[in-house]
């Protein structure tokens, strides 16, 4: 399902590519929003506290993946454009393994020493470290979708990106319904 985005006009296919990337961002913001709502109604105001305080480290988290896997892409696209399978291949793979050390060190080495270095008040201490380690267990989840999103806009897949991202919103906001409003 690649395309080749060096044949045709430029502005179109640009399009058609950049089109499917942005309404994965409208996902991803849909994605927090409703995370917002659903516990600042639900929960109250301490409980939106401590989701809005560990909005900044997922946030930092989530660009730090982002980046390395877009770097990665760059280094898919390279390869596929050059048709160079063998380069291909060890570019995924030194990536993949780079990624998911990445994503080790950040939930088994980082937790405690970013709580720390965050300084929550202690009266929304225990709802953000609740919230934490369930954002810490997904951060695995969040470096295969970079990775794998990556991976398929370098060889000019963007639309499957988009579909994951699209049913990933949905199932987010049943479970959250589901888990938070009981």
């Known amino acids: 399902m690649a395309k080749d985005l060096t044949k045709g006009r430029p502005f179109p296919v640009l399009l058609q590519f950049t089109l499917p990337v942005i309404g994965g961002n409208l996902f991803q913001l849909f994605y927090t929003l409703a995370d917002t709502v659903i516990v600042g109604r639900t929960l109250g105001a301490q409980a939106l506290a401590a989701v809005g305080s560990a909005f900044t480290l997922m946030t930092f988290l989530t660009s730090i993946l982002l980046g390395l896997a877009m770097g990665s ?57 609740t919230y934490l380690c369930i954002v810490f267990a997904g951060l695995a989840a969040t470096f295969l979708y970079n990775y794998f999103a990556s991976l398929l806009r370098a060889l000019g897949n963007s639309v499957v990106p988009l579909v994951f991202l699209a049913v990933s919103a949905w199932v987010n906001i049943v479970l959250d319904l589901w888990f938070v409003c009981g």
């Open 73 to 129: 892409g760059t280094v898919f696209s390279i390869k596929y454009g050059q048709k160079d399978d063998a380069g291909l291949k060890e570019g995924i793979l030194a990536s993949f393994v780079l990624l998911a050390g990445v994503t080790v060190f950040a939930v088994f080495a980082g937790f405690n020493g970013i709580i720390w270095f965050l300084r929550i008040p202690a009266e929304i201490d225990a709802m953000m470290r």
